[in-house]
């Protein structure tokens, strides 16, 4: 496993992270694996607040001298805080949780414009500050959904030591984008990236075109090791956090990064994802990535399910199987998009920013022909 300097705050962390959104629902293996990752030179774990049991869970698997292997990461539920109290108050409930006395990174979770607002109305870099110098966290930090002019108007604003954001093959100039990553790393702060496979969509939906172009390279690698070695290429990268579900898919994360540096890829290799992204955009999707912010729905609606059916026959438009997951499956439980009754819920939470009741319609058509 690769390390590499955290910004400039003096931690040495590794390249791959595991991700503790997606665990699998057995207690005992999501323990397990966070305890495997920690064994085999992964040092840095994401958690949050909205994850469910993730926080307590691996804080049970940092029991038994663990903690002391973690760069421990976890998020504050700005959309929870209604006062500046708030934001300690959901801190201390945290670290009840992971079972710990302080964070080692805090970040104010999923900034957005209208996020953003909250944090400077209630003051919510100045609790930064404070839980600091009280010891309760370590190094201050943000996740960031929103547009690459805000991006830099939130890096410009305060002495960050880390922000996370999402980038991947397809998702180059989305949000910050590549140029936001440069332009925060240049001012020395540490780059987490989440969402490396656009919530498995990469993997699970490849298209026909982009498996010639991969089967007929020279080199061979798996869409997946393509595109970790694309982002971990990048010296500005310093963290790729990948949410693993069951404990095979950490061991062949662990196993593509094993070795993972910098400038790797050549102009030929450039190319190559430059032709698999032309590959995936000649489709029409929702550009959801299934993290489910957007649950649960008030109607009973399964957004995430219904859109993750939906880009599958964008992807793959012979397979029936997902047209009657939805008619047989979706639509008798009443969790169908049908049941939408534009209540915008939903959107209030939307990393992506998607209008969603607008997408389910859309979904809804295309799963029914």
């Known amino acids: 496993m690769q390390y590499v300097d ?23 293996e999501a323990i397990k694996m966070v305890r495997y990752a920690l064994d085999n030179e992964v ?33 504050n539920p700005i959309w929870k805080v209604e006062r500046h109290e708030d934001f300690e108050k959901y801190l201390d409930e945290q670290l009840l949780r ?3 006395d302080c964070i080692d990174v805090y970040l104010l979770h999923s900034l957005e414009y209208a996020n953003w607002v909250k944090v400077k109305q209630l003051d919510g870099l100045t ?12 190094h201050k930090a943000f996740s960031f959904h929103g547009t690459e002019g805000l991006f830099k108007e939130i890096i410009d ?47 699970n939906n490849i298209p026909q075109q982009a498996k010639r172009l991969i089967e007929a390279y020279p ?46 890829m050549s102009k030929e290799d450039m190319e190559l994802i430059a ?23 008030p109607q009973n609606v399964d957004i995430p399910e219904i859109f993750k059916l939906y880009n599958s026959i964008n992807i793959m438009k012979e397979h029936w199987v997902d047209r009657d997951m939805y008619r047989n499956n979706i639509i008798p439980l009443s969790l169908g998009a049908d049941q939408c009754i534009r209540c915008g819920v939903c959107m209030e939470h939307c990393p992506q920013g998607l209008d969603i009741p607008e997408k389910l319609m859309e979904a809804h058509e295309g799963l029914l022909k």
């Open 127 to 138: 609790f930064l500050d404070k839980m600091v110098q009280k010891g309760k966290i370590r």
């Open 275 to 297: 032709k698999i992204k032309e590959a995936y955009e000649s489709n029409k999707s929702i550009g959801c990535t299934g993290c489910r912010y957007c649950m649960p729905c």
């Open 157 to 203: 604003s305060y002495n960050w030591e880390m922000a996370q954001i999402q980038i991947n093959i397809l998702d180059q100039d989305y949000q910050a984008g590549v140029e936001g990553l440069k332009y925060a790393a240049s001012k020395g702060t540490a780059m987490v990236i989440m969402e490396p496979l656009r919530g498995g969509y990469i993997a």
């Open 98 to 100: 992971l079972g710990t």
């Open 6 to 28: 955290y910004g400039r705050t003096g931690l040495k962390v590794s390249r791959f992270g595991l991700g503790c959104m997606r665990f699998p629902s057995d207690e005992g």
């Open 219 to 264: 080199e061979k690698r798996t869409i997946v090791d393509w595109a970790f070695r694309w982002l971990y290429n990048m010296p500005e990268a310093t963290v790729i956090i990948s949410g693993t579900s069951t404990l095979d898919q950490l061991k062949d994360n662990i196993a593509i990064f094993e070795g993972a540096a910098c400038n790797v």
């Open 43 to 75: 040092n840095y774990l994401d958690t949050a607040y909205i994850y469910g049991e993730s926080e307590r869970i691996t804080g049970k698997a940092l029991k038994d001298g663990y903690r002391n292997k973690a760069v421990l990461v976890t998020k």
